[in-house]
């Protein structure tokens, strides 16, 4: 494997910040790499930008896989380059390694400073945060999104938070004001789709509940459709921008063979629900192709296979 | 690098010919123009071929993928996003959070995976 090429790998994940998402073995893994590669590279393939950027990395890695001592000592190596400024990174990688050790209370401290300084405040944000129950930290959210309202990271972390209480309408809200800055943020069209799709549910869950009393009312079966129109639409213009996006294809698919969205032919007469089935079942048929194609999958079995992963 | 170099030496030696043409005072022979124009088309191709794309590494399995053509990124989203896609980091960034991670959850998870 090229060294240009590790290195390349390395910075991009250093950048996006993607190693936040990364799985146990996949944080092994890159740490592994990293701490090769700055063994026997760092003096003659990194300039000193991009040395730090990797030793940042570095820290990161060493604190989630509980090398405490030796995130100390990266972190001590930065604080003696660096000591003279003022930095963000900085303060925020002390305040991250406090709370890890479990000293909460100084790494609230640690982040205290200059206002402006929206990694800082973000952070603050996150000392709300609860196991159990995660309305104080939406919270916290809110209040600093009412004075950074430009976030996009915080509003895709609270639409995150709503997702997990099962506040779907919410959650579509945040990831919408990420779209208005970023409208070709394909994965936020997916993500509002996917949301809207579990709103749907939860409505249809409503509606069932309550046919066993009565009719349902048909506002609120219109509603059902309006929301799941707009996870279908969501959707689509996901593949707009991106048209090899599988699971978008696989969401188009499912609104019209899930068992519940099946149950909408029994309000067919309802114009909107008529109108939304006869839309979709075209898109159906050309979503179950797209899959098959994008796949590589010929036969009917593994085709159901997949969907009902 | 060496297309570089090549242009340059054309250049310079039609350079210097047309000095010693000029202190002689002579009308310039067709020939060097016609190195000039080399030097220049040599010159474009190096250009080019330095602009080459460059392989990319999956930041998660270490899969390597190349670009769709040997020169320049494609203009097309959909085909530039196809390839971004392979590399296994998220366009524009997007969706990552670094300055919300649950650092304790993490450490966590790291434990429990490899308790021994």
């Known amino acids: ?309 | 690098m060496f297309l570089y170099l090549l242009g340059s030496l054309f250049l310079l030696h039609a350079g210097y010919s047309s000095y010693e043409y000029h202190q002689l005072q002579i009308k310039l022979p067709s020939d060097i123009f016609l190195e000039v124009a080399i030097a220049v088309i040599i010159f474009m191709v190096g250009a080019f071929a330095s602009i080459s794309n460059e392989s990319f590494l999956n930041i998660k399995t270490n899969e390597q993928f190349q670009w769709p053509e040997k020169f320049l990124k494609p203009i097309a989203l959909s085909e530039s996003l196809s390839t971004i896609e392979k590399s296994g980091n998220e366009f524009n960034g997007s969706g990552y959070r670094p300055d919300f991670i649950n650092i304790r959850e993490k450490r966590q998870e790291y434990a429990q995976e490899f308790k021994d």
């Not at chain 1, 309408?169 to 993500?191: G, R």
């Open chain 1, 1 to 309: 494997m090229s060294v240009s090429l590790v290195k390349e790998k390395l910075l991009a994940v250093a950048h996006s910040g993607a190693y936040s998402l990364f799985t146990p073995s996949e944080t092994r893994a890159l740490a592994g790499q990293l701490d090769v590669f700055l063994r026997d590279h760092s003096s003659d393939k990194l300039t000193p930008l991009e040395y730090y950027d990797l030793l940042e990395l570095q820290f990161y890695l060493t604190l989630i896989s509980n090398e405490d001592k030796k995130a100390k000592s990266i972190l001590d190596q930065l604080q003696d380059q660096f000591s003279s400024k003022d930095s963000q990174r900085l303060k925020l990688m002390k305040s991250i390694y406090l709370e890890a050790i479990g000293q909460s209370t100084e790494a609230i401290e640690a982040l205290k400073g200059n206002k402006d300084e929206m990694r800082l405040a973000r952070r603050m944000a996150t000392f709300a945060r609860k196991a159990d129950n995660n309305e104080g930290y939406i919270k916290n959210l809110v209040s600093y999104l009412d004075l950074q309202p430009l976030d996009t990271m915080a509003w895709d972390e609270l639409s995150f938070e709503y997702s997990k209480v099962g506040a779907y309408n919410k959650s579509v809200f945040c990831l919408e004001e990420i779209v208005l800055q970023d409208p070709l943020a394909y994965q936020c069209f997916y993500k509002i789709g996917l949301n809207n799709y579990y709103w749907g549910k939860q409505l249809m869950e409503g509606l069932w509940g309550s046919s066993s009393q009565g009719q349902p009312k048909k506002e609120k079966i219109v509603t059902l459709i309006t929301v799941l129109s707009s996870a279908r639409d969501n959707w689509l213009r996901c593949i707009e921008i991106f048209p090899k996006h599988t699971k978008s294809w696989v969401g188009i698919y499912l609104i019209l063979n899930e068992s519940f969205i099946l149950k909408l032919n029994k309000w067919v007469h309802i114009r909107e629900v008529e109108q939304f089935i006869s839309h979709s079942r075209q898109l159906t048929i050309k979503a179950e192709s797209t899959i098959k194609k994008l796949e590589g999958i010929s036969d009917d079995n593994t085709f159901h296979e997949l969907i009902s992963i």
